[in-house]
């Protein structure tokens, strides 16, 4: 599933691309991931992309209504989430439509704007008003804004397990399985280690380690592992930098111990044994609580 430098790629890619452009009608396929089909269909056409911000795991695009609208009409965003699969660009009309195209936005530069996504896992949603501040207001802080004392703060009153916190949406908006032990093998922490024993610069070495993975994640243009590729159609090739993720059996690149795999709040997590110490057996018995992943 893509995550925070994967979305944010995106992201940027389509800032250069259609911020700008009126969308001119809105054809529909399949449509079971979206929270309300008819208030897209309804809403988007005569709209103008204001803007593309990425928030956590997914993006919204911004919206100004028509002229016709008048102005007592509410800004409106359209939320977008990928899921494992999705895939949002512009094309030529005359380029053929993939299958598992659902989504097709005529803009006023004669090209389309296409979402496809096989496995229809994502989330698409037009929002406005209450409903859009509630959507963003309800997940926790951006990795890569979040302060040092904030961040230390927040792990000091959390008794759950790293890896689980991490992937709590809740917490910190936009890490998943990929970044989260990518950050705990620079960080040289445990996935089990409850988040409240680390000491002071076991929690700034994983505040540091967080914020140098992403960045360098989000200048290899992020993770391609399966299906992701950015607005261009090119994949990210972060994925030869990882030095934990899906590297099960192989040796670590500090110490050459064999990197191992275990489950944590339900994800497979890949660590060092030697660099990433386990925590004493009476610190990996507090419940972690259950992880929100698919925000």
Same mark, same amino acid.
């Given at each position: 599933?893509?995550?925070?430098?994967?979305?944010?790629?995106?992201?940027?890619?389509?800032?250069?691309?259609?911020?700008?452009?009126?969308?001119? *009608?809105?054809?529909?396929?399949?449509?079971?991931?979206?929270?309300?089909?008819?208030?897209?269909a309804?809403?988007?056409?005569?709209?103008?992309?204001?803007?593309?911000?990425?928030?956590?795991?997914?993006?919204?695009?911004?919206?100004?209504?028509? #002229?016709?609208?008048?102005?007592?009409?509410?800004?409106?965003?359209?939320?977008?989430? =990928?899921?494992?699969?999705?895939?949002?660009?512009?094309?030529?009309? *005359?380029?053929?439509?993939?299958?598992?195209?659902h989504?097709?936005?005529?803009?006023?530069?004669?090209?389309?704007?296409?979402?496809?996504?096989?496995?229809?896992?994502?989330?698409m949603?037009?929002?406005?008003?209450?409903?859009?501040?509630? *959507?963003?207001?309800?997940?926790?802080?951006?990795?890569?804004?979040?302060?040092?004392?904030?961040?230390l703060?927040?792990?000091?009153?959390?008794?759950?397990?790293?890896?689980?916190?991490?992937?709590?949406?809740?917490?910190?908006?936009?890490?998943?399985?990929?970044?989260?032990?990518?950050?705990?093998?620079?960080?040289? =922490?445990?996935?089990?280690?409850?988040?409240?024993?680390?000491?002071?610069?076991?929690?700034? #070495?994983?505040?540091?380690?967080?914020?140098?993975?992403l960045?360098?994640?989000?200048?290899?243009?992020? %993770?391609?592992?399966?299906?992701?590729?950015?607005?261009?159609?090119?994949?990210?090739?972060?994925?030869?930098?990882?030095?934990?993720y899906?590297?099960?059996?192989?040796?670590?690149?500090?110490?050459?111990?064999?990197?191992?795999?275990?489950?944590? #709040?339900?994800? %497979?997590?890949?660590?060092?044994?030697?660099?990433?110490?386990?925590?004493?057996?009476?610190?990996?018995?507090?419940?972690?609580?259950?992880?929100?992943?698919?925000?």
């Open positions: 599933m893509p995550e925070l430098p994967e979305v944010e790629t995106l992201v940027r890619g389509l800032r250069r691309t259609i911020v700008g452009r009126r969308i001119l *009608e809105v054809r529909l396929g399949q449509t079971d991931f979206m929270d309300d089909a008819a208030a897209i309804r809403g988007l056409p005569g709209c103008r992309i204001a803007a593309i911000e990425r928030v956590g795991k997914f993006f919204l695009l911004r919206l100004e209504p028509p #002229a016709a609208a008048g102005n007592g009409h509410e800004p409106a965003a359209l939320l977008v989430h =990928l899921g494992m699969t999705g895939h949002l660009s512009p094309h030529r009309p *005359e380029e053929p439509l993939p299958k598992h195209t989504v097709v936005l005529p803009l006023d530069d004669e090209r389309e704007l296409r979402y496809t996504d096989p496995r229809r896992f994502g989330r949603a037009l929002l406005c008003g209450a409903a859009l501040a509630g *959507e963003i207001a309800r997940h926790g802080a951006e990795p890569l804004e979040i302060s040092e004392a904030d961040f703060q927040r792990l000091a009153a959390r008794r759950a397990r790293l890896k689980a916190l991490l992937l709590d949406q809740r917490f910190l908006h936009g890490i998943g399985n990929i970044y989260a032990d990518e950050s705990l093998w620079h960080a040289r =922490l445990h996935p089990l280690r409850i988040a409240a024993t680390l000491t002071r610069p076991q929690a700034r #070495a994983l505040h540091r380690a967080m914020r140098k993975v960045a360098a994640a989000i200048r290899a243009g992020g %993770s391609s592992i399966s299906d992701y590729r950015d607005a261009d159609g090119r994949p990210g090739w972060f994925q030869i930098r990882h030095r934990a899906d590297r099960e059996g192989q040796p670590c690149f500090r110490c050459r111990a064999r990197i191992r795999r275990m489950v944590v #709040a339900g994800r %497979s997590s890949h660590f060092c044994p030697r660099c990433q110490k386990a925590p004493p057996r009476g610190n990996r018995t507090v419940k972690a609580g259950k992880s929100h992943t698919s925000a």
